[in-house]
């Protein structure tokens, strides 16, 4: 009876307020959801400001090129894990995400001195796409790290979708921002407007973190002290948390053979280099506008009313009819419409899902083997895909069909994998709401 509304309020509700009813937005939450859609929007615009330019670098290095780059980012993160082991040892909570964000903005600096008066030249390309790669799953793991650390399971089915969509509506603005521009301003300025929105970033997530740390003990903030491979220790000695990092590589192993098979095509249907940056560029635009209507209307129904394992199967579900379609009609459209559908279902439903599973490990796992899987286990399944794809398949000659077949068995996997990861999330989440109400009865 508290929550009803007399008639004359009902008549009298801001058009705002109605907007939030309708999102599923609690007035209390209201300022936390909105630094958290604005900062994710930052990031990935920063990302996909760049990132046609790194495909285009991709497809001139030819297909053994990009199979060693794959390997010399496996490698990179490799070596970056200890030293963000270091970071996360050393400073508080709270300072983690910004000083990576300052390395990385610095980094852009870096390369847009660089590209300025090089161009052209194959290792430079090579070191960029490398680069690319790693900034990329830094930074987006960070945001989600801080996200998980911060919104409890209940609310983060309510808004991880919403939250999600501030990172799909940066996604969509970055390509249109690249294609727009970049015949104007040249490739390296691009960079200097990538770092202005990295910045950008940096700042919502301090700011998030006051407007959400504040019921947070101060204890809680204290760096990790448990070693600089925490993290990969971790990840082998629980098997929740090993199931996820193979749910990831197998995401990976997958999601990267199409990628591979896009670059072949697209390489071989399209010689014209600005033409081929101004169609990734389009890819991704289309993706983003279809992933931000799915979590704006879609997605936090969908994790609020069905099983987050569901959620997550949808992503593997949608992968298996994309190989048989390569096996079919192994084309230019083709292919371009299962990277298309494959990343919207991605982005959209099984990404959030499956970020919802980091809501119930133990604080410290949610930096250090968060990072580990985020970073390591996704750039292992990059190098896997690559020396399996590129290496040992095409060296038997086997063609683009055969090729799809044979690794239909791991989308099949991927669907039961994701089905029991589900069930293992509930039965956590309801342990630790179980133990939550007898500490406060207690």
Not at 6 to 17: H, I, M, N, R
């Amino acid at each position: 009876m508290t929550d009803m509304k007399p008639p004359a309020a009902q008549g009298t509700t801001s058009p705002l307020q109605t907007i939030l009813d309708w999102l599923g937005v609690e007035a209390t939450a209201l300022r936390a959801v909105a630094w958290s859609f604005a900062t994710f929007f930052a990031v990935l615009c920063s990302y996909y400001i760049i990132r046609p330019l790194r495909d285009e670098m991709g497809v001139a290095v030819g297909a053994d090129g990009r199979e060693r780059l794959f390997f010399i980012v496996f490698v990179v993160m490799l070596a970056a894990v200890p030293l963000f082991g270091w970071l996360v040892s050393t400073f508080p909570k709270k300072r983690v995400a910004p000083l990576v964000y300052a390395f990385f903005i610095a980094n852009l600096g870096v390369f847009w001195v660089l590209l300025s008066v090089s161009k052209g030249n194959p290792f430079l390309a090579s070191a960029f796409f490398v680069w690319v790669s790693v900034f990329n799953l830094f930074v987006v793991s960070l945001f989600w790290i801080v996200m998980a650390d911060l919104w409890a399971t209940g609310d983060a089915k309510k808004y991880y979708g919403l939250i999600a969509a501030g990172g799909s509506a940066g996604a969509f603005s970055g390509p249109y921002i690249t294609q727009s521009i970049v015949h104007h301003v040249g490739v390296a300025n691009l960079l200097l407007v990538s770092a202005g929105f990295l910045g950008l970033a940096m700042t919502g997530l301090m700011a998030l973190r006051r407007e959400l740390g504040r019921a947070q003990p101060e204890a809680s903030d204290a760096p990790a002290s448990d070693g600089l491979l925490a993290g990969a220790r971790r990840v082998f000695q629980s098997p929740y948390l090993f199931q996820i990092a193979l749910w990831i590589f197998i995401t990976n192993l997958v999601s990267t053979f199409f990628y591979l098979e896009q670059a072949r095509i697209i390489g071989e249907a399209i010689k014209v280099s600005a033409d081929r940056v101004q169609l990734f560029a389009r890819i991704d635009w289309t993706v983003s506008s279809l992933t931000i209507l799915s979590q704006v209307f879609v997605t936090a129904w969908v994790l609020q009313r069905f099983r987050v394992g569901l959620c997550m199967a949808a992503l593997p579900a949608s992968a298996a009819i994309g190989l048989l379609a390569l096996a079919v009609a192994p084309t230019l459209w083709v292919v371009v419409a299962i990277i298309i559908a494959e990343r919207a279902i991605g982005f959209g439903i099984s990404n959030p899902a499956a970020r919802v599973l980091y809501t119930v490990v133990e604080p410290s796992d949610k930096y250090k083997a968060q990072n580990f899987i985020d970073t390591v286990v996704f750039r292992g399944g990059d190098a896997a895909s690559g020396w399996v794809f590129n290496s040992a398949v095409k060296a038997v000659g086997l063609a683009t069909p055969a090729v799809a077949l044979l690794t239909l068995p791991f989308a099949l996997g991927w669907i039961g994998l994701s089905l029991f990861l589900g069930r293992e999330q509930e039965t956590r989440a309801a342990k630790q709401e179980a133990a939550l109400k007898a500490a406060a009865k207690s």
